[in-house]
């Protein structure tokens, strides 16, 4: 009987400390989630402000804004496989004919293009839109630049645009000349 006795409170003990343990890292995990959901709504309400302060900027500058948070679908190609992104920027603006993507950072470490994140995302912006320039907001310094990726293909196809185009006005010459 002893020997019994002695089994079940071992068991017991057992059952006790597991169930502790299991509550114990259940109460750790919501309050983790928690903090973290309001330090994530502290960031949004930051990012929403920033964002507000960027699009006055905009429109005191002459910046006409066409789209705020657009999406746009990448899709990149590995062997047969396709993987589908959504790209979301913060502001999509015009101003003297020039589009322009506008991101804009409310304050870390990451509002610089000397950033690898950043640099990556503006690459990203620039592949997925192809706008004349992307502008990079930093709120917390209250900076901005103009970035634009000098890339040598964007370039060639500049001029092989330029010279088809300079191909249709001389046969388009040519073709008046022939009919007069």
Known sequence: MFFISRSRDLYLSIVILLLGGILSLFLYLKIKNLLNSKQAKKRAAISKRAEQKAEKWLKRNGFKIIERQQSRPLIIKAGTTRHRYQIRIDFLVKKNGRTYVVEVKSGSQNSHITNRETRRQLLEYFLAYQPYGIILFDMETKKFSEIKF????????LIENIIF????????????????
């Open 165 to 180: 185009f300079l191909l249709g006005a001389l046969i388009a010459l040519l073709g008046m000349y022939l009919v007069r």
């Open 150 to 157: 000098l890339l040598p293909y964007f370039h060639s196809r």
